[in-house]
Structures are given as C-alpha cells and as structure tokens.
C-alpha cells in the first residue's frame, strides 16, 4: 500500500489538471466541430457550406488577432495568477456560444458566436500552454505528454460515441448535444481553479523567477 501511495504522490497533479481542462474544452469541441456543418445546414439551409468556411475564418482571425498580445500580458505579471484568470475565462468565452447555437436563424448569428469563441480559445491556448510548460516534470516530458495525448483521444473517442448517437435521434436532441456540449466546456473551467489552489506549483515560483 505504501508503493501505491508514494505512486499517486508522484502524479503530477497540475498536468492533471490541465488535462482534465482540455478533456472538457478541446476534447468535446473536436466531437461538436464535426457535427458543425450538418448541424448549420439544417438551421440556415442553403450556403450552409459557404457560412460555416466565414465562420471559420472569422474563428481564426479574432484568435490571430489576440494571441501575441494575450502572451506578452502574462508575461509581463509576475507570477501564474494571470495565467489561471485568464484561462478560466477563456473556457467560459469557449463554452458560452454553444449554448445558443439552437437559436441561429441568421448567418450573423454564428459569426458573432464565432468571434467570442475565437477570443475564448486565444485566451485557453496561450494561457493553458505556459501554464503546462511551467508544470511539465524535467526528465519526463515525453511521458507527461504521452499521457495527455492518450487520455485525450481516447475521452474524445468516448464523447464522440455519445454525442453521435445522441444527435442521431433528430433535430431536437441535435439541439440538447449542442448545448450539453457548452455546458461541459463550461465546466472544465473549475480545473484550473484547483490549481489555484495547489500551493506548491511550479509555475507559481517559475513565473516570478521569469519576470
């Protein structure tokens, strides 16, 4: 029993924790993204195609837009503080669009979701990947990734059996997968709140030595 627990001791809780964030966040999204197109057709109908490509783009440019400058304000605040804010409200910023995706009834609609979404992500991806760099065990990088990617595809695997056969009973359980999608990117804000509460992370000390 004493192995096991000196086991579980060694766990670097912080990735943990970020992993669980993006199982939440990144791993639903990737499962709700290929339902997206489908899903837009049956809202708008014709040029769905052509609206969700806009829709794309305008997703990519408000992240474009905000990423550098999002990088160079957490790393002029000392500490990790900042870092932990700002992802928590990036995964708010990323779940909140969802949940209003089932009344689109015009283009503009899903651009405007689009461009919060697009704020939302460039907020979690800066913020999430300094924060995983800061934590990330020296000499066991390799395997700390490994297990982020395996627990990754394998939940998004998971979520992806779900919400297919969900959406598959019609229209208005397409909306319920929708919104349940926005509701668990919602939740995987509460992760970066324990490790606010984690006193002895890295990234706290690392941050502050930085700066």
């Not at 004493?2 to 992993?19: C, F, G, R």
């Not at 359980?173 to 999608?181: E, H, M, R």
């Amino acid at each position: 029993m004493s192995k096991l627990s000196k086991s579980i001791e060694k766990i670097n809780k912080i990735v943990i924790y970020l992993t669980t964030s993006d199982v939440f966040s990144w791993g639903t999204y990737t499962v709700i993204n290929a339902f997206t197109g489908l899903y837009l057709s049956q809202k708008l109908d014709e040029n769905a195609i052509q609206f969700v490509a806009i829709g794309t783009s305008i997703y990519f440019f408000t992240r474009a837009i905000f990423q550098i400058p999002i990088g160079k304000l957490t790393d002029k605040l000392k500490g990790d503080k900042d870092e932990i804010l700002l992802l928590v409200l990036g995964l708010l910023l990323m779940g909140t669009p969802f949940l209003f995706y089932s009344q689109i009834s015009a283009p503009i609609h899903y651009f405007v979701l689009q461009s919060v979404f697009g704020l939302g992500t460039a907020l979690n991806i800066t913020t999430w990947r300094k924060l995983f760099t800061l934590n990330i065990d020296e000499g066991r990088e390799g395997t700390q990734y490994a297990v982020y990617e395996t627990i990754m595809s394998a939940l998004t695997g998971v979520l992806g059996i779900i919400g297919g056969t969900i959406a598959s009973l019609g229209e208005p359980y397409f909306d319920k997968v929708i919104a349940g999608a926005g509701v668990l990117i919602l939740l995987s804000s509460i992760w970066p709140i324990f490790i606010y509460n984690h006193k002895d992370r890295k990234s706290k000390v690392e941050d502050e030595q930085r700066n």
